[in-house]
């Protein structure tokens, strides 16, 4: 890892296949970071968290070994930044047993997310459901990160981590760095393509054509953008009421890294059809060479294999450091 910089950490779980909102919200940013000199990345694939809801096996595996690929392909590149398997380092379930006993079961039952998940999941409300937010303090203060990009469903997580860690090292002494949330700003939010009022997610919609995923083929992205809802009247304007054309602009603008005003210029005298379309043509061409890479690593399972386990002995080589003193600290014979 490298010295004097700052570290971001963030996490994805291998439970849904990624998507444009994800890329455009999220991935893409933290390729673009790589470069920077004030930064490290560090990027897990949070597979521990995914067993908190019951999982296929096979399955599970299979879609953490193709978010590993996708974040390659998208830039995020695994000799410059850091991205493992969350459970190929044993210090994250280390830690997360030790931030358990410093963590208040009233803390814990105020987390709007454990009450959504234990109301979807009624027959399943396991201890793992419950202490989810205590793991995911352990992945972020096990590496000393400084900066967590997230969700905004993930704030009250934060604050909790962040309380925790100040707990720690009111006892202990300065042991953690506090660390900072980072929230995207409204204009990288993509919306679903029929839902414009709800953010890109397979979950919560109803129909398929709600999300773009990044493996789905030049016609059927044309599609899904053909059939995009769009609002009344005709003018290509992001106003309020119209979160639809306001989505496929924020979609164009992140691509095309034009500013909204330029994009409604260029769309000034387009129709929606036409216009729909135009944003449909610039997703393909930006996730051509994604999915060319992709196809290209899939082919390539022992060079996937060796980076995996190489970064796999990186994050644990990393994560002794804190993890050390913290085990120290709380008294466990050296
Ligand atoms: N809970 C996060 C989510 O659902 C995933 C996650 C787990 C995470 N550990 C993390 C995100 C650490 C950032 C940092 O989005």
Known sequence: MQEGKKIIFSGMQPTGEPHLGNYLGALKNWASLQDSNEYFGIYS?????????????????????????????????????????????????ELSWILNCFTYMGE???????????????????????????????????????????????????????????RFNTIYGDVFVIPEGY???????????????KKMSKSDATN??????????????????????????????AAADKPGIANLLAIYCAISKKSLEEAEAEFASAGYGDFKKRVGEAV??????????LDELSKNRDYVDSLIKANAEKAVAASQRILRKVKKKVGYPS
């Open 45 to 93: 694939i949070v597979d521990m968290h995914s067993i908190t809801v019951r999982q296929d096996p096979a399955e599970l595996r299979k879609k953490a070994r193709n978010l590993f690929m996708s974040y390659m392909a998208i830039g995020i590149d695994p000799e410059k930044s850091l991205l493992f398997f969350q459970s190929h380092v044993p210090g994250h379930a």
């Open 208 to 237: 398929e054509s709600n999300v773009v995923f990044l493996s789905d083929t030049p016609d059927i992205i044309l599609s899904k953008f053909k059939r995009a809802v769009t609002d009344s009247g005709s003018e290509i304007k």
């Open 108 to 166: 814990l039952s105020r987390m709007t997310q454990y009450k959504e998940k234990s109301l979807k999941h009624a027959d399943n409300i396991n201890a793992g459901l419950f202490t989810y937010p205590v793991l995911m303090a352990a992945d972020i203060l096990l590496y000393g990160s400084h900066l967590v990009p997230i969700g905004d469903d993930q704030r009250q997580h934060m604050e909790l981590c962040r309380d925790i860690a100040h």
């Open 183 to 197: 929230y995207p700003k409204t204009g990288a939010r993509i919306m679903g393509l029929q839902e414009p009022a």
């Open 284 to 293: 393909v061409e930006e996730l051509r060479p994604i999915q060319q890479k």
